[in-house]
């Protein structure tokens, strides 16, 4: 109760700083993309599920489908719900690339599917159908409420790695009014991309990322992923460059940080996305990089002798 009261003294005196709260508008976008996160990851579970019901009934349709629920996966469940056993007849179903695997899906669609997989299968692809179409209405309502600031929402996509849903994400979580950060590092700290401040006595003892927006964090650390595989960009240099030394999962968290930084900036000054290049780092510094590639090829046994290039 006493840190309450101290609490609301320093309210009432201006002491504290408020916390971010987006508009209604901005908010009701949230929920909507929240709940689109979930139904999707209610789908991916249902497709689990679905797998290991087949698993159990030695139908090895993952192992050689890329989509158990594509069409071709689709087709032959249906068919294996409604009775079908023969393999033959089962893996005739393939459409489009699938029907070149023709003689090994006969082999992994040699199961015993009894008749409780089979009410098994029809009762998850019912809930999928369901997801799905739940899905939908809310794809069709952040379609609304994105209407006024579709053009923020389109200017993010210039990024590599930022599909539209990803777009969506980053407008329902931060908003479009950059003016509520300071700074970008402000907005980083926010969404939890940066280290702790875990000091004492002069000593660092973590260097743990802070909790953050989480819903922000994994969209923004998935897009990485996605844009990491970019060749000669930006965000790939940076990936390789930090991985080499602090590991993969730092170094796409540093790689989230940066797009979540581009990010702020494109919103506040309503630019499109402009890359560095793959050999920024390069460029910055071409002294290290010499010295660096000089002392990896001593440790592999090469005497190496640098001279500068005639002009």
């Not at 940066?194 to 003892?205: I, L, M, T, V, Y």
Request: proline content about 3%; glycine content about 6%.
């Amino acid at each position: 109760m006493n840190d309450a009261t101290w609490i609301a003294d320093l309210l009432a005196h201006g002491l504290i700083r408020s916390s971010f709260v987006p508009p209604a508008r901005i908010q009701a976008l949230r929920d909507l993309t929240r709940t689109r996160k979930q139904f999707v990851r209610e789908i991916a579970q249902h497709t689990l599920r679905i797998q290991k019901v087949l698993e159990d009934a030695n139908i090895k349709l993952g192992s050689v489908l890329t989509h158990v629920l594509g069409k071709s996966g689709r087709a032959m469940l249906t068919a294996i719900i409604a009775g079908e056993e023969d393999p033959e007849r089962l893996a005739a179903l393939a459409v489009g690339t699938a029907r070149r695997k023709h003689p090994v899906l006969v082999e992994a669609l040699r199961g015993r599917a009894t008749g409780q997989h089979r009410a098994l299968l029809q009762l998850h692809l019912d809930l999928i159908a369901a997801l799905e179409t739940a899905l939908a209405k809310v794809d069709a309502a952040v379609g609304e409420a994105l209407a006024p600031i579709h053009a923020h929402a389109d200017t993010l996509t210039t990024m590599p790695g930022v599909s539209t849903v990803v777009a969506h994400v980053i407008v329902a979580e931060i908003g479009v009014d950059m003016t509520r950060f300071p700074t970008a590092g402000h907005l980083v700290s926010w969404a939890g991309l940066c280290p702790r401040n875990d000091e004492s006595a002069g000593k660092r003892r973590s260097t743990r990322v802070r909790h953050g927006a989480n819903w922000l964090k994994t969209t923004l650390v998935t897009a990485a992923w996605a844009a990491v595989h970019t060749h000669d960009s930006y965000l790939r240099a940076q990936f390789l460059r930090i991985k080499g030394r602090r590991g993969a999962k730092k170094a796409i968290l540093a790689v989230a940080a940066s797009m979540l930084t581009a990010a702020y900036y494109m919103l506040r000054d309503g630019v499109t996305y402009r890359d560095l290049g793959g050999q920024h780092f390069d460029r910055r510094d071409k002294t290290m990089t010499i010295h660096r590639l000089v002392r990896r090829l001593a440790e592999l046994g090469c005497q190496v002798e640098v001279r500068p290039h005639a002009a």
